[in-house]
């Protein structure tokens, strides 16, 4: 008995472990201070910080193509951070600060890091430093947010969070002064017997003013950017905040297969390097009369957007080279 214990012990620890949860890898080793991978589509590795760190240090020798960066998974969603294009070789030192994303100060806590890698790359002593501010440098980040304006993003259309003072919108802290007032009613009587009330009330008034006068720098900073970036550019240099050359590219996509034209229908697969919120108006609306499918083996055509030609699809004609995007004929 005692011998089936030992040597279902030996055998436990005997299976290969490691440090990080990782997805996707054919080749996948770690060691006490590195990592070592190949990746040859889209894999993932899962660290064990959290929101309670705010940069990511990477170094290491890489090689190939492709791209590599970080993301945040989300009750089980990964939504993306910032990412690197990898083209060649050589040595990778580089620091991911997360409140760069545009996505960062939506977040909500409990989310974990992910290292998202995307192509034909090979790694070698890859190790991977998070790190967290000291006062000095949050109090420093936090002015910097406050001062930093809000872009457009795609839940824009329905909701703005205005700028961010410890992570939070000011406009909470509006909401929060107003809240405490009116419970200094509640408990106090009228507010116009109080003097202590009317200091409270007067100062959440001016909050509320200050609040708006900062958005509205924000709102016409947006509007000029709208302005230089989109309408006053030709159509082979409009960017609309981060829906980047989306436009202009799907305009070159309905130029060449004539779908202005009374083009037949036709399908096509789509390779994205973020799936929302491209995709989506793809398949809905801006390949009409087009259908959109899940495989490349079904489409008459296949799109790239951002991201590099997979191996299989390089020796397919190109139709449309934008950018770093593409459209290759499969059929």
């Known amino acids: 008995m005692k011998f089936k214990r030992l040597l279902f012990f030996l055998v436990f620890f005997a299976v290969p472990t490691f440090a990080y949860q990782q997805q996707g890898f054919p080749q996948y080793q770690e060691n006490w201070s590195a990592v070592d991978f190949v990746c040859t589509s889209q894999c993932a590795i899962l660290l064990d910080a959290g929101s309670e760190v705010d940069a990511l240090h990477v170094a290491g020798q890489l090689q190939w193509q492709g791209t590599f960066g970080y993301g945040f998974l989300v009750w089980q969603q990964v939504a993306p951070g910032g990412s690197l294009q990898i083209n060649g070789g050589g040595m990778l030192n580089t620091d991911f600060v997360f409140s760069q994303s545009p996505i960062f100060a939506q977040l909500p806590a409990g989310y974990r890091i992910v290292i998202l890698v995307n192509g034909n790359i090979q790694w070698s002593q890859v190790s991977f430093q998070t790190s967290s501010y000291s006062l000095s440098q949050r109090i420093g980040k936090w002015w910097n947010d406050f001062r930093k304006m809000e872009p457009m993003t795609p839940y824009s259309i329905n909701l703005r969070y205005g700028v961010q003072i410890l992570g939070t919108s000011i406009v909470q802290y509006g909401y929060i002064i107003f809240l405490l007032a009116a419970l200094y009613i509640l408990a106090f009587g009228k507010w116009n017997k109080h003097k202590k009330f009317r200091t409270i009330f007067f100062l959440g008034i001016g909050i509320?003013?200050?609040?708006?006068?900062?958005?509205?720098?924000?709102?016409?900073?947006?509007?000029?950017?709208?302005?230089?970036?989109?309408?006053?550019?030709?159509?082979?240099?409009?960017?609309?905040?981060?829906?980047?050359?989306?436009?202009?590219?799907?305009?070159?996509?309905?130029?060449?297969?004539?779908?202005?034209?009374?083009?037949?229908?036709?399908?096509?697969?789509?390779?994205?390097?973020?799936?929302?919120?491209?995709?989506?108006?793809?398949?809905?609306?801006?390949?009409?009369?087009?259908?959109?499918?899940?495989?490349?083996?079904?489409?008459?055509?296949?799109?790239?957007?951002?991201?590099?030609?997979?191996?299989?699809d390089l020796q397919k004609p190109v139709l449309v080279n934008f950018n770093g995007s593409y459209l290759l004929q499969n059929k």
């Open 208 to 312: 509320f003013l200050f609040i708006g006068f900062r958005n509205l720098i924000t709102y016409t900073w947006i509007v000029n950017q709208w302005l230089q970036t989109y309408t006053y550019q030709t159509m082979e240099n409009k960017t609309y905040f981060d829906l980047w050359d989306y436009i202009p590219f799907t305009d070159k996509i309905r130029k060449t297969l004539g779908l202005d034209e009374g083009k037949k229908s036709c399908t096509i697969a789509i390779h994205s390097a973020q799936d929302r919120p491209f995709i989506p108006h793809w398949e809905n609306l801006y390949l009409k009369p087009c259908t959109v499918v899940l495989t490349g083996s079904e489409a008459d055509y296949v799109i790239y957007y951002k991201k590099p030609i997979s191996s299989w």
